[in-house]
């Protein structure tokens, strides 16, 4: 079987017609990739990497000097690992950053005098607890990214909302100069569905209590613990408009409130956030181009490397991650887990006494909590040489075990895909035939240009109890399911770097 | 049978032989039990003042302003349960206060530049990552209780033992100008006994560090979760000697600086606690005795409530909880559910068609966290009412299910245990034939005179995930498990409270 190649790179479009050898036997390809499963089942390789990456550099939000850190730490580790080669391409992104935040609730219902019939000793003791002001309670919140300033102590009542969709049909006289609420709890699920339905108070929200004229929003996390740990992430960053100041309560946090709310007095919340992007303009008229070395905007890189392939072609796999991580936990499930995976796979099949055919790309993104920063300047720097881009994949759920599989490919990829499906099975993971693979968040956006992908899912029912919180820490990545991963993705390499299959390119329609 | 009671009070000492009517016929006890069970297991009152207390009080750390608003909040709430008779007693304690805490950790080890045979485009792009400073990691840290402060930031390399006893082996050179980390991991039983083993780092690690030459310490918390949330507590308190400044890190960054200890760079902590005692005096010489009104004293208050019994009898029965809580979550579990319970079976038992023949006393201790101040001050205050006391009993192991309980009685109250343990079987609690209950940390300082004691032992296998955290919230407690403890509270007090029994004195010398 013969494949045809479209290689565009640097405005040069060559058309190079590559004959390639016989693929390995069935028999020799099965031992294989049944010794690549063994070894990485049996590998504290993934493992290694993502414990130096949370030990070294910890949290690298964005735009940080963690995140310069973490950069370094990236070119040496893949250096380290003999990558062929090893280069970094600028990613620039507004800058926003998290001083302080904190934030108390007023609740304090007897204040009223002893009873009149209260006895003599009663009154004594009583009237020594006096209290000279009102007792708040401490919440334990984070700003949402991309959040304005509260500009100082901001003090006003609360008012809630079971749903989005509840505060957009709320008149203005309700929700005006007050504190918004959303208490929308995220069910947990295998799939992580229960994100999309809840995310959209985060992503949204600080708009549309804007619209209402609110001076402020606390939604309940979007998470599914029961942990004094509030969930960061970001409101719809890149977008104009006005947003009030936002952050995210915990959900004990939440629960308390919500109790509170229930009774007849009012709930009076203080908040204090002093966060922002470092220029105003930025937030209310956001264009995407900013000007060179201004301080407002920050500058991070996508690091990648590259382990050749055993033929000379032009073609590679396109294996991402990405590198930064948000700023309250070491990021160790989102994404050093990821970024570790990439890293361990690609090596372990460089590492085989025959590399298969085509080589391994690995790109570890910069930014992409803030916007998938680095996937897109990534799709945009390469998007002439889409059709070296042979299949993609993304690791961006943790470290859970995977449990299924999906592709994006063309039909004729058939064949390659069936005998993945069932080297896969032999690790616990079902194929979904769909077909209708994403890529992530990152590596997507070269899926969105055509690139073909496969999605190897993993659970994602602990996820979002760690997700964007500060227990995000290695300590949650059980060792056999990241070995687990690991022994998928080799899988998936191995299989796919030495198919003669044309994968793609696929409808970038949807 | 007949009862014979001494009871001392106010200096004055009078002997009473009183003479009880026969108890109720068995049928119609167990009936009236039964009953009891079926309702407790079916009631929200415990819930109700549980979530009460958390939502219109919450943290009460003793000596602050919350302190005196939870006073406040159990006189009003014994009053409108109708207790019979309600007043406060003065517990005084040096006043320990946290204003601020923060902790990083400064362990980065690619600082030195790429190769010499690196890539022209390598060397840009790791160039551009300049790094004018170390980067740190944020450690989740909280000061423990009775800390002095760093009088500012301290900076030091960290020196870690895995147990305080290889502290104690050590040599001062090894010691000396460094910060000490105590890596001993509490583990997990449901009797909760993995506490004392470590909780010796807590109480004695800040005056072993001081001998050794430290500069301070930092003890992985004494906890069994994987949160980044570290438990506080009291080093002990009222002891003089030298203590070095001394914090809790998180289990997760116990892991984390484990893993840098492991590596070969310098593990160097940087540590601000703004804590303390408000005089130094109180630090270097303790005597627990302190000037009136002076700033560096605070006053709290015993909350006591009091239903009579359907007899004109003198005795009662004790039971006991503590009002204060740490500052770090709501008291949920430690220990406002013991509020709730004895407050919610107290009022179970008085509203019965017929009480029981005596009365019970619901005593709300001031100040337990940082040295039973409320318990010790109410055994001097009532020492010469000891054979008032009836029996006692304490609720301070957090909401989880009643397994067992085990008395400390006399032998000739046995019929009545024993008819206890059969009711109480109903409810899944089996009985430990021990006879060595301790009776608590406050109730257990009048057993420490004679006063004999039940102990109704909960499940403390989630305890220790949340004991002195910020997740200890009222989402933690199960309502049908404070169900399950109110059915055992009700079923206690009134078997006891309608025995002719004679439980005590018991030896009060072990």
């Not at 970001?234 to 409130?257: I, Y």
Request: one cysteine or more.
């Amino acid at each position: 079987m013969k494949r045809i190649s479209l290689v565009m790179a640097s405005g040069l479009v060559a058309v190079v017609a590559a004959c390639h050898g016989t693929a390995p036997r069935n028999e020799t390809t099965d031992a294989i990739v049944e010794q690549l499963q063994q070894s990485a089942l049996a590998s504290d390789a993934a493992w290694e990497i993502l414990a130096s990456l949370t030990s070294e550099v910890g949290p690298r939000m964005a735009g940080t000097p963690a995140d310069k850190l973490a950069v370094r730490w990236a070119v040496k580790k893949m250096r380290d690992l003999g990558f062929d080669r090893v280069w970094t391409e600028p990613v620039k992104f507004p800058r926003w950053v998290r001083t302080s935040e904190s934030a108390q609730v007023f609740y304090s219902v007897p204040r009223e005098p002893l009873a009149d019939d209260a006895s003599e000793m009663e009154k004594r003791y009583y009237n020594k607890v006096r209290l000279r002001k009102p007792v708040g309670q401490p919440l334990a919140i984070t700003a949402l990214g991309g959040s304005p300033t509260t500009n100082g102590r901001l003090e006003a009542e609360l008012v809630q909302f079971d749903t989005l969709a509840a505060l957009e049909a709320a008149s203005m006289e309700d929700v005006q100069n007050k504190i918004v609420f959303l208490s929308t709890r995220m069910p947990k699920t295998r799939a992580g569905t229960g994100y999309r339905k809840t995310v959209i108070n985060r992503s949204r929200g600080p708009f549309v209590a804007a619209e209402k004229g609110a001076l402020a929003l606390l939604i309940r996390s979007v998470g599914t613990d029961n942990d004094r740990l509030p969930h960061t992430g970001m409101m719809s960053g890149t977008e104009s408009g006005e947003r009030v100041p936002a952050a995210a309560v915990s959900n004990p946090d939440a629960d308390n409130l919500m109790v509170m709310l229930a009774g007849e007095e009012p709930v009076v919340v203080r908040m204090n956030l002093d966060v922002g992007f470092l220029v105003d303009e930025y937030v209310e008229n956001s264009t995407e181009e900013f000007t060179e070395g201004t301080s407002a905007e920050a500058t991070s890189f996508n690091v990648i490397g590259e382990f050749d392939g055993s033929a000379d072609l032009t073609e590679f796999l396109l294996l991402g991650a990405h590198l930064d991580s948000w700023d309250l936990g070491t990021g160790a499930i989102d994404d050093g887990a990821g970024v570790a995976l990439v890293m361990a796979s690609a090596k372990m099949i460089a590492d085989l006494p025959v590399r298969p055919r085509y080589g391994v790309r690995v790109v570890l993104y910069a930014n992409e909590e803030q916007g998938v920063y680095g996937g897109k300047a990534y799709a945009k720097l390469h998007q002439l040489e889409l059709d070296s881009h042979l299949i993609g994949a993304e690791s961006d759920l943790g470290a859970d075990r995977i449990y299924s599989f999906r592709t994006r490919v063309l039909p004729q990829a058939e064949p390659t895909i069936a005998q993945l499906a069932r080297h896969l099975g032999k690790l616990g993971i079902e194929r979904d035939e769909t077909n209708l693979a994403g890529g992530g968040a990152d590596v997507g956006q070269m899926r969105k240009l055509g690139m073909p992908v496969i999605d190897l899912r993993q659970d994602a029912s602990r996820y979002f109890d760690l997700h964007h919180t500060a227990n995000d820490t290695l300590d949650k990545v059980k060792p056999e399911s990241l070995r687990q991963n690991l022994a998928a993705w080799v899988t998936f390499i191995y299989l796919t770097a030495n198919s003669v299959a044309e994968f793609g390119p696929v409808d970038p329609s949807d």
